[in-house]
């Protein structure tokens, strides 16, 4: 798993790039806590270069909501049909908005 990150509009985007699984999901939920624990409550997650998530992998995308407290939102665009179907199973977005891409998100989350 490769992480990169930027601030747009507010906003801290995380691209995540490989597979978010009981290996990498440590790495990725403290990059998320590393970020709230900073004052950032405002974050979209770019799944475009994401080509599989695990169990664990949701669990720290829950982790990090909580860490929220009810304060941001934590948001996921650009997912391929496959992690779509993963995040659908398990009612996903209910708890997180998920949109089709980076503008749509930006423009719904500023």
């Not at 440590?26 to 979209?44: P, T, V």
């Not at 669990?59 to 391929?80: M, Q």
């Amino acid at each position: 798993m490769h992480i990169t990150t930027n601030k747009e509009q507010g906003i801290r985007i995380i691209s995540v790039e490989g597979k978010v699984d009981s290996f990498t999901s440590k790495d990725f939920q403290d990059s998320l806590i590393k970020y709230i624990l900073d004052g950032e409550y405002n974050f979209l997650i770019d799944c475009s270069k994401l080509v599989y998530i695990s169990s664990a992998g949701i669990r720290a995308f829950y982790f990090a909501l909580r860490e929220l407290n009810s304060n941001g939102v934590i948001a996921l665009c650009s997912a391929n049909d496959d992690i779509l179907h993963v995040l659908e199973l398990v009612d996903f977005h209910s708890d997180f908005p998920i949109f089709n891409t980076i503008d749509d998100a930006i423009n719904e989350l500023k």
